[in-house]
């Protein structure tokens, strides 16, 4: 997502315009950015403690940030393996669910969940979008991959709270193969622990 929308709409505000945001300031300490990859759009998030995690170094390379953060090159499907259960306030993950199978993804997602204190954070184009090339050119197709969809229906069946945006992508090819549209609708999920 092109780092305009980014600062325009953070998580933080999205959630509180849908009324969905339930923390004050201060109250999220720390933000695990799962699949950080070239935004680390935890830095839009007020926390003292940022740690991304992607499995594609060079992404790393690449990332802008004012804030304080630590990066960790990790597979995200195994998260469970280095972060411990309830061992940060947040957990995010913008624009990864899609690029994972369906199973992998929902693995990943009972991960975060058990990482996270207060709440996680999905945000995922809504439907499957075809993509299959590093559209920014790092060398990353394999990662950048689409590899499944996601409906709002799927997202309140686990539990959280979404809110449906529209979008105008990049205009890019995304796909060897196949065309893509520029305007789709974004999904922001958010499940809240109490």
Excluded at 117 to 146: A, M
Aim: hydrophobic fraction near 40%.
């Amino acid at each position: 997502m092109p780092k305009e929308d980014w600062k325009v709409n953070t998580i933080e505000r999205i959630f509180t315009d849908a009324g969905h945001w339930p923390w004050k300031p201060g109250e999220i300490v720390s933000v695990l950015d799962v699949d950080c990859g070239l935004s680390l759009k935890s830095k839009y998030i007020d926390a003292q403690i940022r740690v991304g995690v992607d499995l594609f170094e060079e992404y790393f390379n690449h990332i802008e940030a004012d804030v304080p953060y630590v990066l960790v090159k990790y597979d995200v499907r195994k998260l469970s393996e280095i972060f411990p259960p309830k061992s940060f306030d947040l957990v995010i993950g913008l624009d990864i669910i899609e690029h994972l199978e369906k199973d992998e993804s929902l693995s990943m997602i009972k991960q975060c969940e058990a990482i996270a204190r207060k709440g996680v954070i999905f945000e995922t184009p809504k439907g499957f979008i075809p993509q299959n090339i590093d559209i920014l050119g790092y060398g990353g197709h394999e990662f950048q991959t689409h590899r499944c969809g996601w409906e709002v229906e799927e997202l309140e069946g686990l539990g959280y709270k979404v809110v449906v945006r529209p979008y105008t992508m990049s205009d890019v090819k995304r796909h060897t193969e196949l065309e893509t549209h520029t305007e789709v609708e974004l999904i922001d999920a958010i499940k809240i622990f109490a």
